[in-house]
């Protein structure tokens, strides 16, 4: 006669987890994961910035590949005074509390400059750009640099 729960082959297969046990771990495991994963941005302060900068850098990349496939020129201004980015006649893109961000623009030859509302930076249907770079620092001092050059319109992080 064998007890409850166990059986005469035990010896050959071994034993295992039940059901049960499962669900258990799982469930625990689900509660550590929602304490802990909303305290992650204030354990690593840094990673909203970085983000941030990665975020910035992929829209500058985007708006160059904008200019070039629609064939005219496409502007990401800066409304410092609001806190965010403004891209030509689209909804406004806030920046994350605590995040400085300050434009950098390249001087035109000659002294021209370009007839815009805000500062900001501009990409031509050719590929090139303005030129120029975004600074994005916290007061802790981490800080990214987004440099955009003139000629290619390449768009670099410098971290």
């Known amino acids: 006669m064998c007890a409850a729960g166990s059986s005469a082959r035990s010896g050959v297969y071994g034993t295992g987890m039940t059901l049960l046990e499962l669900l258990v771990v799982l469930v625990i495991a689900s509660l550590m994961l929602a304490l802990v994963a909303p305290n992650v941005a204030r354990v690593l302060p840094g990673t909203e910035l970085k983000g941030f900068a990665l975020q910035t850098a992929a829209l500058l990349r985007e708006l160059r590949s904008e200019a ?13 005074e609001e806190r965010r980015y403004r891209v030509q006649n689209s909804a406004a893109l806030p920046w994350p509390e605590g995040v400085q961000v300050e434009l950098e623009v390249n001087e035109l030859p000659g002294g021209l ?14 590929g090139s750009s303005n030129g120029g770079s975004l600074v994005l620092h916290r007061a802790e001092g981490d800080r990214y640099r987004i440099q955009v050059d003139a000629f290619t319109g390449r768009v670099v992080i410098d971290g």
């Open 68 to 80: 070039l496939t629609r064939v005219e020129s496409r502007v990401l201004a800066l409304v410092s």
């Open 113 to 126: 400059q370009l007839a815009l509302d805000q500062p900001g930076l501009v990409f031509y249907p050719d």
